[in-house]
């Protein structure tokens, strides 16, 4: 796993070949999601699915602490691997892995007991409450599993390692998709739980996954095997963890913020009923596949150029942007395309009511377009980061997020309705992208970029 600076191959190439196995990766997770959606919509109805969709946003909640630990942490070992010091590698891994357990385990215990008071905050329908609190209830039993695998995944990409964590995911979509219909059914003597199965399913599954991906590390004697060397890195170390929280939490703070956005914004869903609850939750499915390579072609382009402050080859930081954004433009904007395209049948394979695809339909074509403006953003973010420019890309994101997505969806969303909520999305990313390249161009290159560790 060399640095990509030292990689004869074309920047593009180099760009492929790590972020292939990434979205890969992103896409079989975002399946294992989306699968369990088909399997509760299809096999249990739409009620069902209504009671799964209002957690989305407290999960995304609980992912944002640890990816910004994680955040700050690859950043860190990127560094740190394009200099060649996997000591450093190592010890940087094990804070940020003691610190993702700590958070786990936390949302497990208080996510279970605030469960019910969350979702009627949230203004979760009635007649779906019940039926949600015990999903929610069931699904954070999975947190430890689901935020220890995402924070790894993460770690493995500062050392250029995105394939191990591909396999690994395809493990646990492959678990997941026998285990849910199979406890839904109680198929081969299982236990048929109905609703509870995809939130038990995915408990399964990531602890199948965790265990896997420790095996096959050790056994490969990769750079961050769950070994000795490791385990002793993790203890808490006051100096790397600050640096980790500094460089890393204020892209967690701005997740967090995006995540109790959306908690807001489905507030103002919920008010609408459970179809639209229902046409929420697809909408979210297909755009997340959409989401997917922007965000890794993000976190590539902050790898890449970690490794390359690393390695004290600063002035690849451009060729580095420059991949990334036209990157964008191309794979971001077919997928962009083929779902304008096939919009209705792939709704359709989460909803069987005509009148209930119709709307999530109008909703998605608002959005879609949008999703190009979000990832040239994103990268713009995700360069910065990497040299530690990490407090003006949070406060760009938390401006946008509080003073233009809310008061636009707020202002909308009585006159237009559910399309006012939505309209209020690429709204934001203009502006985000718009005030991020205003700050590239006139302050950050203007920077000399230096080694954090």
């Known amino acids: 796993m060399p640095a990509p600076t030292a990689d004869p191959r074309p920047l593009w190439r180099t760009f492929l070949a790590f972020l292939g196995p990434m979205v890969l990766g992103n896409v079989l997770q975002g399946m294992q999601g989306t699968l369990n959606g088909i399997f509760v919509g299809q096999m249990l109805g739409t009620h069902a699915l209504a009671a799964t969709a209002g957690m989305f946003p407290v999960v995304f909640f609980l992912v944002s602490l640890v990816i910004g630990v994680g955040a700050g942490a690859s950043i860190l070992i990127g560094q740190a691997w394009g200099a060649r010091e996997p000591h450093k590698v190592r010890h940087i891994a094990g804070n940020a892995l003691l610190a993702g357990l700590v958070v786990g385990l936390l949302a497990a215990v208080l996510g279970g007991v605030f469960a019910e008071p969350v979702l009627r905050a949230l203004r979760t329908p ?54 849910t219909p199979a406890l839904i059914r109680g198929w081969g003597g299982l236990p048929q739980l109905g609703l509870v199965s995809a939130a038990v399913a995915t408990v399964a599954s990531y602890v199948g996954a965790l265990a896997w991906l420790a095996w096959y590390l050790r056994r490969r004697q990769h750079p961050l095997a769950l070994g000795a060397p490791l385990l002793r890195e993790m203890r808490p170390h006051g100096p790397t963890l600050r640096l980790m929280l500094r460089i890393g939490m204020p892209a967690g703070v701005q997740m967090i913020v995006v995540s109790l956005a959306e908690i807001v914004l489905l507030a103002l869903v919920n008010g609408h009923g459970p179809d639209a609850v ?176």
């Open 126 to 179: 009635p007649e779906v409450l019940a039926d949600a609190v015990l999903y929610a209830r069931t699904l954070m039993l999975a947190m430890p599993g689901l935020l220890l695998f995402i924070l790894f995944s993460q770690l493995l990409r500062g050392v250029g390692d995105t394939f191990s964590p591909m396999v690994a995911m395809l493990l646990s979509t492959a678990l997941s998709c026998v285990l």
């Open 278 to 453: 229902a046409a929420y939750g697809a909408v979210n499915q297909i755009v997340n596949y959409v989401q997917f390579p922007a965000m890794s072609i993000a976190i590539t382009a902050s790898i890449l150029c970690a490794q390359a402050i690393g390695a004290g080859r600063a002035e690849r930081l451009g060729a580095i942007t420059r991949t990334a954004l036209w990157l964008n433009l191309a794979i971001t904007g077919a997928l962009v395309l083929l779902g304008y395209a096939l919009s209705a049948p792939l709704l359709g394979v989460f909803i069987t009511q005509p009148e209930v695809i119709a709307l999530a339909q109008s909703l998605l074509h608002i959005l879609l377009w949008s999703l190009l403006l979000y990832g040239w953003a994103s990268v713009l973010g995700g360069v910065m980061r990497a040299s530690g420019t990490v407090m003006v890309p949070m406060l760009i994101g938390v401006a946008c997020i509080a003073l233009v997505e809310l008061p636009v969806a707020y202002g909308l969303s009585g006159p237009l309705g559910l399309q006012g909520v939505w309209i209020s999305y690429p709204v934001t990313f203009a502006a985000m992208l718009a005030l991020n390249a205003a700050y590239f161009q006139g302050v950050w290159r203007k920077r000399r970029v230096a080694r954090l560790v």
